[in-house]
């Protein structure tokens, strides 16, 4: 059991279980839809965990969780754009270029690798749109307090983990070689992505919460 319980997998359920609370009663059926995409990232890690503990490949669950994610967070980008300007029409080409992408390399690699180039593609256009959002919020002449803002720590958090993310896949070859540590989980690429995903999740987790009290205070 404890195999399963990680510095990831403890990170994320916190996160769900914090969702859970703050989230079930909302009104608004996206930010519930948070608590279903945590609950598949907790699956996913979990099953990942599980494969590769049996000596099977488990880059297929990956490849098949990056649709979910893909998923996820471009409704969140077109859920908070549509405050300032309604284009499902970018929403929908944004979404068949990332399946062209994503079906092309698999195809390519004949469905027996994940697909790194599709993943490094989608986190540089969620590091565009998260900077996008701010410059948006910049213009907007509506105040906010952006301490407690909910969509704002979203965005945070997936600025952070997808800025972070690329940076490590880009300098891949460099970490891999100055990486002196035998043991897959000291190393500083994991070492790295644990830390992302503290990140992403602990700004995930207080934007539940600004979320909650946001909600209680417009009763």
């Not at 996160?15 to 909302?26: A, G, N, P, R, Y």
């Not at 990232?41 to 297929?60: K, W």
């Not at 969509?151 to 945070?156: D, Q």
């Not at 934007?207 to 205070?217: M, P, V």
Request: charged share 10%.
């Amino acid at each position: 059991m404890y195999k399963y319980l990680t510095a990831n997998t403890v990170t994320e359920m916190i996160c769900l279980l914090v969702s859970v609370i703050f989230l079930l009663k909302d009104r608004s059926a996206y930010w519930r839809l948070f608590m279903i995409y945590l609950f598949i990232v907790c699956i996913t890690e979990t099953g990942g965990i599980y494969l590769r503990n049996i000596r099977v490949h488990n880059y297929g669950i990956y490849a098949v969780f990056l649709l979910f994610e893909c998923s996820m967070i471009s409704t969140f980008f077109y859920y908070i754009y549509r405050k300032y300007h309604h284009r499902i029409s970018m929403f929908s080409i944004w979404a068949g270029v990332f399946l062209l992408v994503y079906l092309t390399e698999l195809f390519l690699s004949n469905f027996k690798a994940f697909p790194y180039q599709t993943a490094t593609f989608m986190s540089v256009v969620f590091v565009i749109a998260s900077l996008y959002f701010y410059l948006l919020i910049l213009r907007d002449e509506k105040f906010r307090k952006l301490g407690t803002y909910p969509p704002f720590w979203i965005t945070n958090g997936i600025l952070f983990y997808y800025f972070g993310s690329t940076a490590c896949n880009v300098f891949f070859d460099y970490l891999i070689q100055h990486d002196h540590s035998h043991a897959p989980n000291l190393s500083v690429r994991y070492i790295i992505f644990n830390v992302l995903n503290m990140l992403l999740y602990g700004c995930w987790s207080y934007a539940f919460i600004c979320r909650y009290y946001q909600r209680k205070l417009s009763f």
